[in-house]
C-alpha cells in the first residue's frame, strides 16, 4: 500500500528538549517536504527536499532542521523546541515527472510546554 | 508571492443542504488549483483538482470550476451528508510539462460540520 508514515502521532515535549519527527515513504518519490497546520493559517512550508542531499527553506524555516540521507526518509528535527512550535506537523511527497498529486502522512501533534 | 483565500468559517449545514465554499487565489502564470480534505484525526486527502482554466474537478459529489478571469475555484457540492463533516483546504501548485514544481500554498481551511 503506497502511504506516507510519521512517528511519532503525539508528542509533549518541554522547551529546549531536542527531538525528531520521523517521515517515510514508500513511493520512491523525489519530492518530500514538512508543513505546519494552524489555526487560521492553514499549512505553511517548513523545508522540503528535491533528491537525496538536496534540502531547501520553505516559508518557516526558523527553528527547524532537515536532511535527507535516504530517498525514502526525510525527518524533521527541532534542535531547541519552544512553545511557538506547538502545531500540527505533516509530512508529504510526490514524484517530480507525471504527477501533480501530493501524499501526506497522518499528522504528528506537537505540544511544547 | 502566490496566495490562497477561503472564506470565512466554520460552516454549519443541515444535511441534504447545498454547499459553496469561497476560494480565490493570486498567483503568476497558471498555477493547478486542489482541494483537499482532511477528515478529523487523518492527513490530508486529495478531493479533486484542475490544472487548466475553465476544467472542471468532481469527486464524490463535490465540483470546482477553474475560473482565470475572476482568480477562483469555489467548492460546490448538491447535497451534504454528515459523513462530509471535516476541514477543506483550497490550495495551488505549478505543474507543467509533467514536471512538479512541488509546493503547494494552501489556503487557511474551512471547517465544515453537517448535522442530520
Known amino acids: 500500500e503506497a502511504q506516507v508514515t510519521q512517528n511519532p502521532r503525539y508528542l509533549i515535549t518541554v522547551t529546549g528538549k531536542k527531538l525528531t519527527v520521523t517521515c517515510s515513504q514508500n513511493?520512491?518519490?523525489?519530492?518530500m517536504s514538512w508543513y505546519r497546520q494552524d489555526p487560521g493559517l492553514g499549512l505553511r512550508q517548513i523545508y522540503y527536499?528535491?533528491?537525496?542531499?538536496?534540502?531547501d527553506k520553505g516559508d518557516v524555516p526558523e527553528g527547524y532542521k532537515v536532511s535527507r540521507k535516504e530517498k525514502r526518509n526525510f525527518p524533521l528535527i527541532l534542535e531547541s523546541p519552544s512553545p511557538n512550535q506547538t502545531s500540527l506537523y505533516f509530512c508529504?511527497?510526490?514524484?517530480?515527472?507525471?504527477?501533480?498529486?501530493?501524499?501526506f502522512g497522518p499528522g504528528t501533534r506537537l505540544t511544547v510546554l | 508571492g502566490n496566495s490562497v483565500t477561503q472564506m470565512e468559517g466554520p460552516v454549519t449545514l443541515s444535511e441534504e443542504a447545498f454547499l459553496t465554499i469561497n476560494c480565490t487565489y493570486t498567483?503568476?502564470?497558471?498555477?493547478?488549483l486542489f482541494w483537499y480534505v482532511q477528515y478529523p484525526g487523518e492527513g490530508l486527502q486529495l478531493l479533486l483538482k484542475?490544472?487548466?482554466?475553465?476544467d472542471k474537478g468532481s469527486n464524490k459529489g463535490f465540483e470546482a470550476t477553474y475560473r482565470k478571469e475572476t482568480t477562483s475555484f469555489h467548492l460546490e457540492k448538491g447535497s451534504v451528508q454528515v459523513s462530509d463533516s471535516a476541514v477543506y483546504f483550497c490550495?495551488?501548485?505549478?505543474?507543467?510539462?509533467?514536471?512538479?514544481?512541488?509546493?503547494?500554498?494552501f489556503g487557511q481551511g474551512t471547517i465544515l460540520t453537517v448535522h442530520p
Open positions: 508529504a511527497s510526490t514524484e517530480l515527472v507525471g504527477t501533480d498529486t501530493q501524499y
Open positions: 498567483a503568476t502564470g497558471y498555477p493547478s
Open positions: 513511493m520512491n518519490h523525489e519530492y
Open positions: 490550495a495551488l501548485s505549478y505543474f507543467r510539462g509533467g514536471t512538479s514544481y512541488g509546493k503547494l500554498t
Open positions: 484542475a490544472t487548466k482554466a475553465d
Open positions: 527536499s528535491m533528491n537525496v542531499e538536496v534540502t
